[in-house]
């Protein structure tokens, strides 16, 4: 079967065929209120109607910017029946960015979840011409806006009925008459180089590979799902639209962005996707906690921790469990690893996700040594999402699964990897200039990455191509792999390694304020702010430590000698990470030159003014002056060579 | 801002003493209905005692207090909050031990009509209130962003975050008239900027009229219809808060002295 629908076809179909079933449940005053599909329909029917009578035409477009919320997936979907086109934008973008999607994409209609963005939006309505209508979903402190093209949700809905009784069936029809063909989605790309880029997806685009994925992976319409992450992020539309209409599983909604983590325990998700940040900051979270924890508890922590690595690097090495270890794991499972799960909101999961970028073989170790399955994904936002995922007998931290039904895929020229697939995008909106370089002449992705395909027909992603370096003497590194394994440490937030034509391997790392902030109290080490906490001599011995441990599993020659702890953690606002917590390497390297020059210069300190950004927009400039410290040069480590085979990517 | 129309708290020449100290002399405030007053004025200059005043923690010596026709002058606190005036503390005064959603939930007791025996002999009806009281709780928590701490001990809880808990706890008395005494003392700005949008949206949702006591003379400017100085238990000043700005009493009280006046030790 291949779907020959659009994602409104899909909805109707399940507001006859499945009429009562939960499509979505929201968690509102405490209580989770579930959403028939019926009524995803006639809420989505209803805004089409008040869409229509405001004059909203097939191929206008229609952004909402807000956390998940039910009414932003309403609007979404009665754009797309009238042949619309959705245009999620993020919701934590400042203002210029905000701008330049809104314009750029030229939307008509904002659907904004509060106050807070419909103050964003107004603040830039001179700057975006093609706007006609902002609608507002929680209605709260907005009373007294007066702009006449400002209305609430249940507003629009209003407008609708007058010209539904006008004109009967008009949605029914509008729907009807929608080809898959259709544009459906932009999603702007978070943009690790440039200016974001708008991926124009059709229906056909979202919904085939989603079939693929439901069918590889076995999804059903009993799953159960929390969408918590940003809507502008393609997995959001992917699982939480494509997925989530096709399959007809039910979608929830956390209470605020907070209450997250209470949400997935509450609810038991028993599917998950979610990019290697929170994955990272997951497996924190656990590592914080237990060393809060009492002694005798930390110590049984410990001990089973070391008991699920042991077997997982039997399962990994596909030598049988012995008996004792078996048995070792049993009484785990009881005493840390099922509790640990329900703490995590894992209990029911029968499998979660990792993609968007790679997760460090450490923490997809620790959740998968703990009972999570977790397996990795990979695509691209020009690929509508995914292109491959982990068979349940062949995960391994290293690669990113087999290609899905359907998709083809080829190593190309400097190894870089190519997809062709039912999932290819139609095209930057409005840059053909950059469509075509996207593409090959027979219409294969480039995706940028480099990667190979191993012995058992798995691929693997070694890093951005153009990110792989090489060191002055020629050995190459990938730089990514070497800051996933740094991130592991529970102490550094973010890392970015240099290295290439550079003589050595050295890395600026920014902090975890929380973890480092604890460990200072643990130490008895006043500090007063977190710059004053980034410069103490204590933590630049900590930060040295981990990097060492690091160290132990990397080739010598790309062993880390010198590095920075920065006095700021990197911020999207300051362009130095993408809103989906990627670095941008090329923009860190250009902003901190100076710190790069004087890490290979010799020096022992430099001096740096580093412009911040503020959330309103404004920006000011921070002087500050940072140590460079140098990782004494590698003794003699036994250990290290055992740990480094276990890492064929590493020496690229 | 809610429309302010007819007066809905009169306090007329009040005056209290304690031993010798004169706290507050013969102040007069009318409060419109739906309005932001705000009283403001140096340390020790009466407003807390004001404000006990209105909640009926204090007697006045002389003068009188009414609130929408009703004389409460002399009335019980217990009776004047029942009457729709609620009231936050300086000092924090919330349950420690207890979650924010039980300390919310005892904001209501006020409004709970099933007694002991009631609640006895019909068991139905006084659960039936208690989902009611439950579902306005959850309201507040959501109006007030509570949702990811209900389940805490308010005692666990960053000071910022537990003015706002005591804000709720308040507010579960579905006032008609909040008496806020110092509510951003002690906060950072991000914290000050929150909780005056949240006194605006309380103004506006429910058109509760919202009595001040503020240092940050910014934020009082900016969210005040009316504004009162006290120096010393005196009135020296009220009006829009423009007007009371360019008063020369004013910037007199706030500057320790005129230009004349030999400069204050400490």
């Given amino acids: ?28 005053l405490g209580i989770w209120q579930p959403y028939s599909w019926q009524r995803y329909w006639e809420e989505v029917r209803a805004f089409a109607l008040g869409l229509a009578a405001h004059g909203f035409k097939r191929g206008d477009k229609l952004s909402v910017i807000g956390e998940n919320r039910p009414r932003l997936y309403f609007a979404q979907l009665a754009a797309q029946s009238l042949g619309g086109i959705a245009v999620p934008v993020y919701q934590d973008a400042i203002a210029s960015e905000l701008a330049y999607v809104l314009d750029h994409a030229e939307t008509s209609v904002v659907v904004a979840e509060d106050q807070e963005q419909v103050d964003k939006i107004l603040s830039l309505h001179e700057r975006l011409p093609h706007l006609k209508l902002v609608v507002y979903d929680d209605p709260r402190g907005l009373s007294h806006y007066s702009q006449p093209f400002l209305k609430s949700f249940v507003a629009v809905q209003e407008d609708g009925q007058g010209f539904g009784a006008a004109n009967p069936g008009y949605v029914e029809e509008a729907v009807a008459a929608g080809t898959p063909d259709e544009l459906a989605l932009f999603s702007y790309t978070s943009g690790t180089t440039s200016r974001p880029k708008g991926v124009m997806l059709s229906h056909a685009n979202l919904l085939l590979p989603a079939e693929a994925f439901a069918a590889a992976e076995a999804i059903g319409p009993r799953e159960e799902h929390l969408a918590y992450l940003p809507m502008a992020w393609i997995g959001t539309s992917l699982v939480s ?128 040594a703990f009972g999570v399955n977790l397996k990795q994904v990979y695509g691209a936002t020009e690929l509508s999402g995914l292109c491959s995922v982990q068979h349940d007998a062949e995960v391994d931290p290293d690669t990113v699964g087999r290609i899905l039904a359907g998709m083809e895929v080829q190593i190309g020229e400097g190894g870089e990897v190519l997809v062709r697939s039912p999932g290819i995008f139609q095209g930057y909106y409005k840059q053909d200039e950059a469509t075509r370089e996207a593409l090959t002449a027979d219409g294969w992705l480039r995706t940028g990455d480099a990667g190979f395909i191993d012995k058992r027909g798995q691929l693997v992603i070694i890093d951005r191509a153009r990110d792989v370096g090489k060191l002055a003497d020629g050995t190459s590194f990938a730089p990514q ?98 809103r989906t917590r990627k670095i941008r390497r090329r923009f860190v390297a250009d902003k901190y030159a100076a710190v790069i020059d004087a890490m290979y210069g010799g020096a022992s300190e430099v001096e740096l003014a580093t ?39 590493a020496a690229g | 801002m809610a429309e302010a129309t007819d007066v809905q708290l009169d306090v007329n020449a009040v005056s209290k003493r304690f031993g010798g100290v004169r706290a507050v002399e013969n102040v007069s405030i009318a409060v419109k209905r739906g309005a932001i007053a705000s009283i403001i004025g140096p340390n020790g200059a009466g407003k807390t005692s004001l404000l006990n005043m209105i909640s009926g923690f204090y007697k006045p010596d002389s003068g009188s207090i009414r609130f929408e026709g009703h004389d409460i002058t002399r009335a019980r606190p217990s009776d004047i909050a029942a ?184």
């Fill in chain 1, 611 to 649: 412009e911040i950004t503020y959330e309103d927009g404004r920006k000011a400039t921070l002087h500050s002056r940072l140590a460079i410290s140098d990782i004494d040069a590698p003794a003699a480590r036994l250990k290290a060579s055992a740990a480094a085979t276990a890492e064929p990517a």
């Fill in chain 1, 481 to 578: 792999f070497i800051e996933n394994k740094l991130k592991f440490s529970p102490y550094i937030g973010e890392a970015v390694v240099f290295g290439a034509a550079r003589p050595f391997v050295a890395v600026i790392v920014a902090i975890d304020p929380t973890t480092v902030g604890k460990w200072a109290e643990r130490q008895r080490l006043a500090y007063t702010s977190f710059q004053d906490l980034c410069g103490r001599a204590e933590v630049r011995e900590l930060i040295g430590e981990e990097i060492r441990r690091c160290n132990a599993a990397l080739p010598q020659p790309t062993q880390i000698r010198r590095f920075v702890v920065l006095n700021k953690e990197f911020d999207a606002d300051d362009d130095e990470i993408t």
């Fill in chain 1, 1 to 28: 079967m291949t779907v020959s629908s659009t994602l409104p076809q899909l909805l109707r179909r399940n507001a006859e065929t499945m009429s009562r079933r939960p499509a979505m449940r929201e968690k509102d």
């Fill in chain 1, 241 to 368: 639209i494509a997925l989530h209409i096709l399959v007809g599983f039910t979608c929830n909604f956390p209470e605020k962005p907070e209450t997250v983590e209470r949400d997935l325990r509450e609810l038991g998700p028993t599917i998950g996707l979610a990019p290697p940040r929170f994955w990272e900051n997951s497996l924190t979270a656990v590592m914080v906690r237990a060393a809060d924890a009492s002694f005798v508890k930390r110590k049984i922590f410990d001990y089973f921790r070391g008991v699920a690595e042991r077997v997982q690097q039997h399962v990994g090495e596909r030598r049988p469990v012995p008996l004792g270890l078996r048995l070792m794991r049993a009484l785990g499972e009881i005493l840390v690893y099922g509790p640990i799960r329900d703490q995590l909101g894992w209990r029911r999961a029968r499998v979660v996700y990792t993609g968007g970028a790679p997760l460090g073989a450490e923490v997809f170790r620790f959740f998968r």
């Fill in chain 2, 83 to 266: 009457l729709g005036i609620a009231r936050t503390f300086q000092n924090i005064a919330l349950f420690s031990g207890m979650t924010v959603l039980d300390n919310i939930m005892l904001g209501r007791h006020v409004r709970m009509k099933a007694g002991v025996l009631s609640s006895i002999a019909y068991w139905g009806l006084a659960q039936k209130e208690e989902v009611a009281h439950r579902a306005r709780a959850e309201e507040l928590i959501d109006f007030l962003g509570l949702q990811d701490l209900r389940r805490q001990q308010t005692a666990s809880l960053a000071y910022g975050l537990r003015k706002r808990v005591e804000l709720a706890r308040a507010l579960a008395l579905d006032p008609k008239v909040l008496l806020l005494d110092e509510p951003m003392g002690g906060m950072n700005q991000e914290e000050k900027e929150d909780m005056a949008r949240y006194i605006l949206d309380v103004n506006e949702q429910w058109g509760t009229t919202v009595i001040l006591i503020e240092h940050d003379m910014a934020v009082v400017m900016d969210i005040s219809d009316r504004v009162t100085v006290l120096d010393r238990g005196r009135k020296i000043a009220e009006g829009t808060p423009s007007e009371v700005q360019r008063n020369p009493e004013v910037m007199r009280a706030y500057l320790g002295g005129d230009a004349d006046a030999p400069g204050e030790a400490a």
